[in-house]
């Protein structure tokens, strides 16, 4: 079975799952009091090149909307692309953590914003009739699979420091985009104007893992309770430290999300050459948005590939998504079976 719908589909590392079997021999101080979770923020430190609190969580909605609720206020207002995450596939999460605020969604080609949107947008500041400017949050990688630079990334935390407003990054597939800039963790972080990163491991080879990575400790304050309420303080925290441990060291991170990305550009490659396809948004990651002739979709999926029809069904669009252990036969075959409906 060929499987492209997410990267989450796929199972765990074998890196990911030996670290576990290791964390599992013996007993260990629960709630986040184990070795492994101690040595957390000394290990991101290192890895982001400054000082950062650390908290894991067990799923990217909880980093998101955890983290969120630590910048902003029930009356405050957060800005975010349309298509964003906590915006479309939250369930409102981001409102019920934070008591209420308002969550504002920006137009922008390609999954992002920019700055002159953001700035146009960002009204109301001190009228009480209104909810108040209080955060940015960006997805990197975006929905449509496309990456801030670290330049796009410090314009628009010069919009939002100029009103006094918070950035928060949602990065689920923040390795991918890593990767695909080239840069080192912290220019596209810290250096760039992120204040908090939602750090996602699950979809590049966790079992079940993310962070919340707070490069201004003094933001963490709350954070230990707002946890322990959501649901998130895991009384059996090594599993969670360890896999991010494992995940981060020798860069099998990086290797994963190279491998991922290297298959999506595959893909979308052949994809580009058969006749009738359109790829809708730039291939930067490992997500690939395009659209098909209806008969050669409806084909596909006779021949029991898997994916995402994406938009309303006239537009004949699917999502592709590839993974840290995507063979390169399953693109191959993907591609023989679309070039056989095309022709």
Known sequence: MVNFCSDNATGAAPEILRALESANAGAAMPYGNDDLTRDLPAKFSVLFETEAAVFPVATGTAANVLALSSLVPPYGVIYCHESAHINVDECGGTEFY?????????????????????????????????????AVSLTQTSESGTVYSPGEIAAIAEVARGHGLKLHMDGARFANALVSLGCRPAETTWKAGIDVLS?????????????????????????????????????????????????????????????????????????????????????????????????????????????????????????????????????????????????
């Open 98 to 134: 934070t008591g209420g605020a308002k969550l504002h969604s920006l137009p922008g080609a390609h999954g992002k914003f920019t700055p002159a949107t953001l700035k146009a947008a960002i009204t109301g500041a001190g009228n009480a009739h209104h909810a108040q400017p209080a």
């Open 199 to 343: 750090f996602g491991a699950t979809k590049n080879g966790a079992l079940g893992a993310e962070a919340v990575v707070f490069f201004k400790p003094s933001l963490a304050e709350s954070f230990k309770y707002r946890r322990m309420r959501g649901g998130h303080l895991v009384s059996k925290m090594r599993f969670l430290s360890a896999q991010l441990h494992a995940y981060i060291d020798d860069d099998l991170w990086l290797r994963n999300a190279r491998h991922a990305n290297a298959m999506a550009a595959r893909l979308a490659a052949g994809l580009a050459a058969l006749g009738g396809v359109s790829i809708r948004h730039p291939v930067q990651a490992n997500e690939i948005f395009a659209q098909l002739p209806a008969a050669t979709i409806q084909g596909l999926l006779d021949r029991g590939f898997l994916f995402y029809r994406w938009g309303p069904e006239s537009a004949c669009e699917l999502r592709l998504v590839t993974a840290f252990n995507t063979p390169p036969a399953d693109v191959e075959t993907f591609l023989g079976a679309a070039r056989d409906l095309a022709e």
